[in-house]
Nanobody
Framework: QVLLLESGGGLVQAGGSLRLSCAAS????????MGWFRQAPGKEREFVAA????????DYADSVKGRFTISRDNAKNTVTLQMNSLKPEDTAVYYC??????????????WGQGTQVTVSS
């Protein structure tokens, strides 16, 4: 069982930045692929970014590539999502998730409660 707690959401103007953090409870945090997903009102949840267990590989949705950066600190059991050049269409609830080694965009087993990100135009 992995408990995930997101923080760092809020209201920002278009073009601004936010940094989301996710703290994990598991002692085996370093064995999980970590990902960020988001869900906007009336839309399905979508993949945003993922990072491998040792940080060697990262994966991004085309819509955020070049603007968002995912990173992790296995010593602190945390994963972060740095979001720059935010756009109104980035408005959503953002979820942190933990998945098995080898996964990238699917098969995540553990999810946080989510944090709201609102980008005003």
């Amino acid at each position: 069982q992995v408990l995930l707690l997101e923080s760092g959401g809020g209201l920002v103007q278009a073009g601004g930045s936010l940094r989301l953090s996710c703290a994990a409870s598991s002692r085996t945090f370093s064995t999980y692929t970590m990902g960020w997903f988001r869900q906007a009102p009336g839309k399905e949840r979508e993949f945003v970014a993922a990072i491998g267990w040792n940080g060697v590989w990262t994966d991004y949705a085309d819509s955020v590539k070049g603007r968002f950066t995912i990173s992790r600190d296995n010593a602190k059991n945390t994963v972060t999502l740095q979001m720059n050049s935010l756009k109104p269409e980035d408005t959503a609830v953002y979820y942190c998730a933990a998945g098995p080694l080898g996964t990238r965009r699917a098969e995540y087993m553990y999810w946080g409660q989510g944090t709201q990100v609102t980008v005003s135009s």
